[in-house]
């Protein structure tokens, strides 16, 4: 046979399909080369019996020889198992289930650098454990790897880290009454392309103990239906919640139906928070708030919410951020639930600039501009506000800080273009033109009202 380039893709194609044969045709109970089979421990899938020893036993044998060790498809229910350094527990992609069996804890890692899950199914039953918060809890440990995991029915929350490093990627987690991943004092985690829903407080919660760097990439998640079953003002029903954790970036992320926030970061200095599309939000859809230093919001997409992005908390240190290229529409007033937000399209307060941003529909005001005294060297230019009551709204306390609006387009507006505002966020007196206000402290240019 003359040998070109489409004869040898066939035969490499051949050799690809007998070699995949082969290996389906393996007993499951079969390890890989250089693998332990839990089988040959006695690992009985089916059974009613607690198998922790025996899973246990069939574990550390494996990393004792630096193997995986491969659990067949079948469902095993099991006690506490605790990982190892180096610790590697495989099974058939949502095909291997470990049921929890009750007891103290289920898997649970501490000082066990290089673990990895991968391809189990972890139904926690609902069953309640007391020595740590979450079906899978790991401390101290760095090179962990979960992924294509999915994690089900957790009383507590579905992924617990504390102090790790490493990654949790490619995993279904839903029907957890906490948060579906929480990690405290990451060192550098990446919580990517993971799908998450009905969770009980929180999505993916990233806090610290004290303000630090945290470094953690929150990317490509998709996050539905958080509830805020513990109650609060906003620590719970958030799709993401950054606490206290410096230079974190949530990226691209699908986040719908929380109780509160698609992304909220609080006392988070030099967060990122861009491209993600957020729908159907309780409250504030991306919210940077209290003492942070440092945001940059951009290019994020938000359709209904309460209000639609804020930077706030000027008296309490929130400072210093970017807000661009934002979609933001469909607001709704929500007067008289136990937190009060008005039908705000975008709020922010001190050393920021606010560019390019697109808002429809906001039933109070597209953009407000500082609250009372807390305002400070805001920039608002190249925005276009339509069809909502009041385009802009700008603080008009005399113990307030410059700001410059220039170049917007304010389309509709039912109340003015452009009005002052005052403690109270009520709009005061006539329409501000160009040239209104005091030229040290309030510049108006260039703006556009059709």
Not at 130 to 136: F, I, N, T
């Amino acid at each position: 046979m003359t040998l070109d380039r489409r004869n040898v893709l066939t035969a490499g194609l051949a050799a690809g399909l007998a070699a995949g044969a082969a290996g389906a045709g393996a007993r499951p109970t079969e390890a890989r080369a250089g693998g332990v089979s839990a089988g040959d421990f006695g690992l009985v899938s089916g059974s009613a019996a607690d198998q922790a020893a025996v899973l246990q036993a069939a574990l550390d044998a494996a990393t004792g020889r630096g193997a995986p060790l491969e659990l067949p498809a079948g469902r095993y229910r099991i006690g506490a198992l605790e990982l190892r350094p180096g610790a590697r527990l495989i099974g058939a992609v949502g095909a291997t289930t470990l049921e929890f069996a009750g007891g103290g804890a289920f898997i649970t890692a501490n000082h066990a650098d290089g673990v990895m899950l991968d391809g189990l199914v972890l139904d926690g039953a609902y069953q309640a454990f007391d020595r740590v918060d979450g079906l899978v809890a790991i401390t101290n440990s760095r090179g962990v790897c979960l992924r294509h995991l999915t994690l089900t029915r957790s009383p507590a929350n579905g992924v617990s880290l504390t102090a790790c490093a490493g990654s949790i990627a490619d995993c279904t987690i839903s029907n957890v009454m906490q948060a579906a991943i929480r990690s405290l004092d990451a060192a550098r985690l990446e919580i990517v392309h993971n799908d998450i829903a009905d969770c009980g407080n929180n999505g993916i919660q990233v806090w610290r103990s004290e303000v630090g760097e945290d470094a953690s990439i929150v990317a490509g998640n998709r996050i539905a239906r958080i509830r805020a079953d513990s109650g609060g003002s906003g620590e719970n029903g958030n799709g993401v919640n950054a606490f206290r954790a410096g230079s974190v970036l949530v990226s691209g992320n699908r986040i719908s139906d929380c109780a509160f926030s698609a992304v909220r970061g609080n006392a988070a200095s030099d967060m990122q928070i861009i491209g993600n599309s957020c729908a159907r939000l309780g409250e504030v859809a991306i919210y940077a708030e209290f003492s942070f230093e440092g945001a940059l919001i951009a290019n994020n997409l938000v359709d209904t919410a309460a209000t639609g992005i804020t930077v706030t908390n000027f008296n309490d240190g929130g400072r210093l951020a970017v807000v661009q290229g934002n979609l933001v529409r469909n607001l709704f007033r929500r007067e008289h639930e136990p937190v009060d937000k008005r039908g705000h399209g975008i709020t922010v307060e001190a050393d920021t600039a606010l560019t390019g941003n697109v808002i429809e529909r906001a039933p109070t005001a597209g953009i407000v501009i500082g609250w009372g005294p807390y305002m400070r060297e805001v920039v608002a230019t190249s925005n276009l506000v339509r069809a909502s009551r009041v385009g802009i709204l700008v603080s008009a306390d005399k113990a307030a800080g410059a700001c410059l609006l220039a170049n917007n387009m304010i389309s509709g507006a039912e109340d003015g273009a452009i009005r002052a505002m005052d403690g109270n966020g009520h709009a005061v007196g006539p329409e501000l033109k160009d040239g209104d206000g005091d030229d040290k402290l309030l510049s108006i240019a260039g703006n556009l009202s059709v």
